[in-house]
T-cell receptor, first 112, second 114 residues
Framework: QKEVEQNSGPLSVPEGAIASLNCTYSDRGSQSFFWYRQYSGKSPELIMSIYSNGDKEDGRFTAQLNKASQYVSLLIRDSQPSDSATYLC????????????FGQGTELSVKP | KAGVTQTPRYLIKTRGQQVTLSCSPISGHRSVSWYQQTPGQGLQFLFE???????NKGNFPGRFSGRQFSNSRSEMNVSTLELGDSALYLC?????????????FGPGTRLTVL
């Protein structure tokens, strides 16, 4: 079992729809959770961070964390073609400094 | 604030050579982490430096090493290059306080080993 798992996709949604990206993790000692967006040929860009159970909203993005079920999700409302990218889930464990464990990423395609 | 910078952006080397990559973090950030990204393995953690000390290390052979200077700039070195070392090498900086803070990535160095 991988430490951080994501559906590889591709996930295709029409423009204006809600895109839902999911991530599960295996280590209950995980304390910090991040979503990154990576366009083809570019480096990852931080979208959201979440540290406690519940929802965190930032513009069109909402991150949801459920530590009991060990999953974290990212919702993108009113999806735009410019949102088409690979979305990476990253997890930081307690007491491991800056070590991030990444999932394989979910490729999102938003069709006009 | 200026972002994370990495030099060089592209490198072509041959097997057996060594290479040094450089990373300058965001001003005020004291932690620099290095990652390797390949199509097959994804993003994998190499090591982290905080206040000139290696704070954490990933599961890579000893050919991969790094260091951090007093101004928080960091370098990583790969000796005796192998074909499998071809990858995008990314560094990320953070404040480093508490260990689990947000990390911001540089543009990466694309290394090709022939």
């Amino acid at each position: 079992q991988k430490e951080v798992e994501q559906n590889s996709g591709p996930l295709s949604v029409p423009e204006g729809a809600i895109a839902s990206l999911n991530c599960t993790y295996s280590d209950r000692g995980s304390q910090s959770f991040f979503w990154y967006r990576q366009y083809s040929g570019k480096s990852p860009e931080l979208i959201m961070s979440i540290y406690s159970n519940g929802d965190k909203e930032d513009g069109r993005f909402t991150a949801q964390l459920n530590k009991a079920s060990q999953y974290v999700s990212l919702l993108i409302r009113d999806s735009q073609p410019s949102d088409s990218a690979t979305y990476l889930c990253a997890v930081n464990r307690y007491n491991q400094g800056g070590k991030l464990i990444f999932g394989q990423g979910t490729e999102l395609s938003v069709k006009p | 604030k200026a972002g994370v910078t990495q030099t060089p952006r592209y490198l072509i080397k041959t097997r057996g050579q060594q290479v040094t990559l450089s990373c300058s973090p965001i001003s005020g950030h004291r932690s620099v982490s290095w990652y390797q990204q390949t199509p097959g393995q994804g993003l994998q953690f190499l090591f982290e430096y905080f206040s000139e000390t290696q704070r954490n290390k990933g599961n890579f052979p000893g050919r991969f090493s790094g260091r951090q200077f007093s101004n928080s700039r960091s370098e990583m070195n790969v000796s005796t290059l192998e074909l499998g070392d071809s990858a995008l090498y990314l560094c990320a900086s953070s404040t480093g306080q508490g260990g689990g803070g947000e990390q911001f990535f540089g543009p990466g160095t694309r290394l090709t080993v022939l």
